[in-house]
Every structure is written in C-alpha cells, then in structure tokens.
C-alpha cells in the first residue's frame, strides 16, 4: 500500500512569491493535515481537512490557504513568500477525524525562501 | 492550552545502553498520547500511542512507553538501543474526543546521539 506522498520534494522560491505544495493521502484516508516545522518552532499544526471540507486551521495567517479535492489529495498554498516561511512542510492523513486514528506522515516538502 | 515539554534537546547514548527520553504534558484532561520519529530527511513515523487501559505500552522496533498521570508524564524507554536509532523523537498529544480539530500538539524533541 502506498504511503501519503508530497511533491515537490524541494521548493525554492524568492520573497513575495507564491508557493503551491501537493499531498495524496493514503487510499481511503479522507482527512489530511499540514505541518509546519520550521527550525526553532518545532511542528507545528497548520491546517486540517476533512471531506473535502477545512475543518481548522492553525495559528497561521490567511496568506496560508489551501483546499481538498475529491479525491481527498490536498495542496498547501502560500502567498506573499516572508523569508520565515522557510521550513519543511509535512502532510498526514487519517482515515477519519476522531483523534485517535492514527496519522501517517508524508516525506515533506523542503520550502526555502530567499 | 495543551503544552508539550521535552526537557532534553539533545541525548547522547552508547550503544546497546538502555534509554529514557522524558515528555510532560499539560492538559485540562488526559489526552491521547503518541511518540514519533523522524529520521533524516523523512517524515514521522508512529512508535506508539496510549489511548486508555494498561500505563504500559508497546511500541513497535522496541520501544515502550508508561503513562503516569500522576506526573503528567509519557516517558519513551528502550532497554538496548542500536545505532538505527539516532534520530529526532516527538512527543505528541491530542485531545480525547476531539476530534481532529486541534490536529497534534507536539513537544520541540529531542535528538538522539547513539555512541559507538
């Protein structure tokens, strides 16, 4: 079986642009959540979805949004690229929301912000 | 709000020595409680959770771990550790019943050092 999947592996974008980052859950999960684990912050809980559906989100500003297809695979956007935006940008997936599924953990996506 | 503490940043063990990486948490109530790892340039991988039931748990390549509420604690324990094991471990709690919402709060972690 596969496992949650994210691409690209890395991004390197320069201030004030905007990043697009991609996640496909395990097959027959439909909740995805992103992480942000920047250095110094640890992780850090960003976004949740849930049917297609943003469920919550974070301590994070608007200018990080996202969606949920109906596939369930998701993307991360960021808009208006700040230098601290540089981290390493982990989806899970979990086959519901209750909090004791377990979630499974992409590989990251490595954002670096110049 | 939920906090997750993880006193060590950094633990530097010889192999085949036994380990114990320390986590604290505070919460209103007892939440569910998980260790991750992460080896470099991966992603997290679950080591175990308690949920209810027995202090004592499980987890898999080992590694257990005991709940005391009484410390508000969830310390990590392996009996003989083997130079796979350096990496950066994660203290992770959510809350019972919760739903996702919150999605995991987790501790800063600590970094293992296995000495030859």
């Known amino acids: 079986e596969a496992g949650v999947t994210q691409s690209p592996t890395h991004l390197i974008k320069t201030r004030g642009q905007q990043a697009t980052l991609r996640c496909s859950p395990i097959?027959?999960?439909?909740?995805v959540y992103w992480y942000q684990q920047a250095l110094g912050l640890g992780l850090q809980f960003l976004l949740w979805?849930?049917?297609?559906?943003?469920?919550n989100r974070g301590n994070f500003p608007p200018r990080f949004s996202g969606r949920q297809f109906p596939n369930y695979s998701s993307e991360l956007n960021v808009n208006a690229l700040e230098l601290e935006d540089s981290a390493l940008y982990l989806c899970?997936?979990?086959?519901?929301?209750?909090?004791?599924?377990?979630?499974?953990f992409g590989p990251g996506t490595r954002l670096t912000v110049l | 709000a939920q906090s997750v503490t993880q006193p060590d940043i950094h633990i530097t063990v010889s192999e085949g020595a036994s380990l114990e990486l320390r986590c604290n948490y505070s919460?209103?109530?007892?939440?569910?409680l998980f260790w991750y790892v992460q080896s470099p340039g991966q992603g997290l991988q679950l080591l175990l959770k308690?949920?209810?039931?027995?202090?004592l748990v499980q987890g898999i390549k080992g590694f257990e771990a005991e709940f005391k509420r009484s410390q508000s604690s969830f310390n990590l324990r392996k009996p003989s550790v083997h130079w796979s094991d350096a990496a950066e471990y994660f203290c992770?709690?959510?809350?019972?019943?919760?739903?996702?919402?919150?999605?995991?709060?987790f501790g800063k972690g600590t970094h293992l050092i296995i000495q030859p």
């Open positions: 899970a997936s979990s086959l519901g929301e209750d909090a004791y599924n377990e979630q499974f």
């Open positions: 097959s027959g999960h439909t909740s």
């Open positions: 979805y849930d049917e297609g559906e943003e469920r």
């Open positions: 919460y209103g109530a007892t939440p569910y």
């Open positions: 308690y949920f209810s039931g027995d202090t």
């Open positions: 992770a709690v959510a809350p019972r019943g919760g739903g996702g919402a919150d999605g995991l709060t």
